[in-house]
């Protein structure tokens, strides 16, 4: 029997049928079994109702990204199988309900399998329609040839809590969907994955990385306001918060959670909000307070796709401008962005870190790819990023104040960021205001100190770039065809992409962009000058990363846009296309 790298196994159904729990069952044990895993989550943006799909690309390396063409689609009705049927690739199998009518015309001559089985009357012999999922289940590890055991273990435990009724026939369900396949497959040969061997990794979700990340980065206060796709960053922390000694507060709004965690921050905590594009408008008058107060504050905002409600549910690269720009008056901040669900627990910390060396709002810019889908990543090492608060004084550091004199937190320095001291500690008495300030914090409009603090303010974020890595640099080649640049989701499918191109003999060098503002134009511009095009890669329909590097490099007739804004994910074959276009 052949054996594969890869496969990709989607079931879909109506929201509130079990389909994700169905897929959560199945990835945390392949996880546990060694298995790389990426998945996908679609569903309608309602709380009940509404077709969903859940898709898992499972693998022996590490991988990034959904991949395309199903292997397997399971269909508990008629959408999933006219949505998602032509997905299939040719020797794939699509497994559908027999209340569900397909037009299996459609698949003649595409070596798609196909197989009506009864699993709304399976699911009914124990007595619920609401088995239809543990069914499903059955029937998935039978198709894909895995081992019963775990599952049955994992069945057991989801339904321990209630009746052993529940439990048995929860199994039975599973049973019967498992001999329903191996009966209606006959003698036919599945192609399976090799077991890969344990592997000491983590399957999570990026915004559950997120929150994890803020806790080894030293956070104990958040203050938010629930949204989709960010609200699990907020869930994580509240079912942490007893045993980490920390405050969550969920305010009314967004632009109470914004100023509450500005109010920490002031008081020397590492606090932060999280958010999504709707919410960072409104946080955009408190984010320039924080520039003008040097307020070291931390806002996560997982993008989706707008503008204003647009589609929740969906992913979108849309707020880069609202990131850069959205903040009133000459605001001084930092956009960061992380290229995968593991960079999302390493890279929030280095946000606080940047945030309090810098003194400054920053903006960590996941987008819903990352934070609503769940990967399996190497075991975090806590230690790899060492906390790095600038310059916070320490009280017995302070020089004696003889009044009238205040501390000078806004110290006129050369490298633009002045001392910092946590309010009531003694000499180190200051104002803190949205006024503009002298160096002690009092209200001044001299012409002259709005100049000087205004310069200091933006002067201090020159070295950004060179104590912050500002882009993965995947760019193999010293003169390529072609230089692709991403951000956030788009990796996994730009480097399959590039690595399709490097056995086709084209050199193709590829950036994931981490640092947005301030834009690391010197850094870029070498892989830029040596590269004959330039692709940026984007999930927006106005090219808002593209005109970046318009204003800021040099020989912009090199650039060129790859758009997508239709909500779903980038594939290897759509970054390869735009590619192609140029080349």
Not at 116 to 130: D, F, N, R
Not at 282 to 309: F, H, K
Request: proline share 4%; net charge negative; charged share 25%.
């Amino acid at each position: 029997m052949q054996k594969r790298k890869d496969f990709i196994w989607k079931m879909g159904g109506q929201q509130g049928e079990g389909i994700e729990s169905c897929g959560e069952i199945m990835a945390t044990i392949l996880a546990k079994e060694g298995y790389s895993l990426y998945s996908q989550r679609l569903f309608a943006s309602r709380i009940k109702g509404g077709h969903t799909t859940f898709a898992l690309r499972v693998a022996l390396e590490q991988i990034m990204s959904i991949g395309e063409n199903i292997d397997f689609l399971l269909a508990l009705d008629q959408e999933t199988v006219d949505m998602h049927g032509m997905e299939v690739r040719d020797g794939g199998y699509i497994i559908c309900d027999s209340k569900v009518k397909p037009d299996f015309s459609k698949y003649e001559g595409s070596k798609v399998h196909c197989l009506s089985l009864p699993i709304s009357e399976t699911a009914l012999k124990q007595g619920s329609l609401l088995m239809r999922n543990i069914v499903a289940l059955g029937m998935s590890v039978a198709l894909l040839g895995f081992d019963k055991t775990p599952f049955r273990d994992a069945i057991a435990e989801k339904f321990a809590k209630k009746s052993q009724e529940i439990v048995d026939k929860n199994l039975q369900a599973f049973e019967d969907g498992y001999a329903l396949v191996i009966d209606g497959m006959g003698d036919v040969e599945i192609d399976t994955l090799p077991a890969p061997g344990k592997k000491d990794q983590m399957f999570l979700l990026g915004n559950e990385a997120c929150a994890l990340g803020a806790i080894a980065a030293g956070s104990r206060f958040m203050a938010s306001y629930p949204i989709t796709p960010a609200s699990e960053v907020m869930e994580y922390m509240i079912k942490h918060m007893d045993k980490l000694g920390a405050t969550i507060v969920q305010t009314e709004d967004e632009i109470a959670a914004c100023m509450t965690a500005m109010g920490g921050v002031y008081a020397g905590v590492r606090g932060f909000t999280c958010t999504s594009g709707p919410g960072l408008s409104l946080m955009a008058e408190s984010l320039s307070m924080a520039s003008m107060a040097e307020l070291p504050m931390v806002v996560i905002d997982v993008q989706r796709s707008g503008p204003s409600t647009g589609m929740a549910t969906k992913v979108e690269q849309s707020d880069i401008d609202a990131a850069c720009y959205n903040a009133h008056g000459d605001y001084s901040g930092i956009v960061i962005s992380p290229t995968s669900i593991e960079e999302c627990f390493y890279e929030i910390q280095k946000a606080f870190n940047l945030a309090e060396m810098y003194q400054c709002p920053v903006i960590f810019m996941p987008d819903l790819q990352q934070g609503l889908n769940k990967q399996s990543v190497p075991t975090f090492d806590l230690n790899r990023v060492p906390i790095n608060r600038g310059k916070m004084m320490k009280e017995a550091d302070l020089p004696e104040l003889e009044q009238p004199n205040y501390f000078k937190r806004f110290e006129l320095t050369e490298d633009g960021i002045s001392p910092r001291v946590i309010p009531g500690m003694k000499n180190g008495l200051f104002l803190s205001t949205g006024l503009e300030h002298n160096e002690e914090g009092k209200p001044a409009e001299a012409p002259s100190m709005h100049v000087a603090q205004t310069d200091k303010r933006f002067r201090k974020l020159e070295t950004v770039a060179d104590n912050y890595e500002p882009f993965l640099n995947n760019a193999k080649y010293d003169e390529a065809d072609v230089l692709v640049v991403g951000m956030a989701s788009s990796r996994g499918a730009i480097e399959e992409a590039v690595a399709e191109f490097d056995q086709e003999g084209v050199k193709v060098n590829h950036l994931q962009l981490r640092l947005i503002k301030p834009f690391p134009a010197k850094q870029l511009q070498p892989f830029m000058d040596a590269a004959k095009k330039v692709v940026i890669v984007e999930h927006n329909a106005t090219g808002q990363l593209t005109n970046l590097f318009k204003i800021n490099m040099h020989k912009k007739h090199k650039i060129s846009s790859c758009l997508k804004y239709d909500g779903n994910p980038f594939t290897k074959s759509y970054v390869k296309n735009a590619i192609k276009e140029v080349l």
